[in-house]
């Protein structure tokens, strides 16, 4: 046995060939090799590599040559599909597998919103589409079906439990039962949770609630007494009505009603004060301030009540118009409840804002003069049937003519009363 001597750090020991001994040496001619390639062995040659792969490649086997990067393989041959018992069917499963589900399922036969039953060995099926409120119906033998919710059943036993003082009857107890109860308690019933008693009343009683529960009543009392409490213990009974009490609080309307005294005996008076046994039948209140209030005397019949400045109101006879006369020879400015002699040709202009029921007279007393009333805007002249246009005038004709106009706002109108004398043209 020879030494074959040391190696250098990274050196392999190869073989020399038949009959001599190995040595240390360099691997291959490494100078040869692509950047991020894959190292191949040669066999005793030197170390091969691959080229740099692109993204995505996978280094393929190629028999009797170096692999090879490629794009990896989109197909390849099956070489077992099953499928799930009653569930799913696979035909030719090795080759070109036919998947089904069992049944076999044809979607496109199914209408939308039905629903799918079994069939067996058979096609899956689809229900009808039920409508609002109807429930999936079972029907012997067969596929279920959507219909109306049952309102009603078959009653196969009804009976009644005796309790509390309750007993019942039950007729036609399989099929349309007909239940009786009964009891032999009487009165008005009450119950405390476990048992049910009655009481018994008499016409007229007025019931209260009772111990636990119970009901007992109050028989009627005299003629006019009224039920009254006894506190929170006792039951309320019929007596006669209080006829005083204690007054715990009154008091007056400010500046109408005075209390003295209020919580005791209270005196309650009008602010004023008011004296009534002073007052004259048929006379007027009058205030009078902080002091005691007043009357008027007695009226006497057709005189009204008049107003005095800073003093109470007295009774008088109504006041009459009293009418000014003026003579006028040119034109003028009628003033209402006024009275005109028209002594020339002149033209009177009536009020531009009278008020209703104004009154004026015009009277022409001139051999040569016509007398012209002027309505104001918007105003019109009415003798008889006769209306003058807006702002309209009427006109004398001789003298003597003499007219009566009296103002009415409703339809701002100038309106002659009485006869008018003479004769008057409106235009």
Do not use: C
Request: aromatic fraction near 6%; hydrophobic fraction near 40%; charge should be negative.
């Amino acid at each position: 046995m020879g030494n074959v001597g040391t190696g250098i750090v990274g050196q392999p020991l190869q073989g020399s060939g038949v009959g001599k001994s190995p040595t240390f040496a360099a691997i291959g001619l490494n100078s040869g090799l692509t950047a991020h390639g894959v190292v191949i062995s040669e066999n005793l040659g030197a170390f091969a590599s691959t080229a740099a792969a692109t993204t995505g490649q996978v280094l393929t086997g190629v028999t009797g040559a170096d692999p090879v990067w490629s794009s990896p393989a989109t197909s390849g041959t099956v070489t077992s599909v099953t499928g799930t018992a009653n569930q799913v069917a696979v035909a030719t499963g090795t080759t070109t597998p036919v998947i089904s589900l069992i049944g076999p399922y044809t979607p496109a036969t199914y209408a939308a919103h039905g629903v799918l039953l079994g069939e067996g060995t058979s096609s899956i099926v689809a229900s009808a589409v039920g409508t609002t409120g109807q429930v999936l119906t079972g029907v012997t033998g067969s596929d279920p079906v959507w219909a109306a919710p049952a309102t009603g059943g078959t009653v196969t036993s009804v009976s009644v439990v005796s309790a509390n003082g309750f007993a019942g009857t039950v007729a036609t107890s399989t099929s349309t039962p007909a239940i009786t109860l009964s009891t032999t308690i009487t009165g008005v019933l009450s119950g405390n949770g476990t048992a049910i008693t009655g009481s018994a009343i008499t016409q007229y009683d007025v019931l209260v609630g009772g111990a636990t529960n119970a009901i007992t009543s109050i028989t009627p009392s005299t003629s006019g007494f009224v039920l009254t409490s006894n506190g929170v213990s006792a039951n309320p009974t019929f007596q006669a009505p209080a006829t005083s009490g204690t007054v715990t609080s009154v008091s007056g309307t400010a500046n109408q009603v005075a209390v003295a005294t209020g919580t005791t005996t209270p005196v309650i008076s009008l602010i004023g004060p008011y004296t009534p046994s002073t007052y004259t039948a048929h006379t007027v209140l009058l205030g009078e301030g902080t002091s005691s209030i007043g009357v008027t005397a007695v009226g006497a019949t057709g005189q009204v009540l008049t107003g005095v400045t800073g003093s109470d109101p007295v009774w008088a006879a109504p006041a009459t118009a009293t009418i000014t006369w003026t003579d006028e020879a040119v034109s003028f400015n009628a003033l209402a409840n006024n009275g005109y002699f028209v002594t020339a040709t002149a033209t009177a202009t009536l009020p531009a804002s009278p008020s209703q029921g104004n009154t004026i007279y015009f009277v022409v007393d001139s051999a040569s003069g016509i007398l012209t009333i002027q309505a104001n805007t918007g105003q019109i002249i009415v003798i008889g049937k006769v209306e003058s246009a807006s702002a309209g005038i009427a006109v004398s004709n001789f003298d003597g003519d003499s007219i009566a106009l009296v103002y009415r706002a409703a339809d701002t109108s100038w309106n002659a009363i009485g006869a008018p004398e003479g004769t008057w043209t409106t235009t």
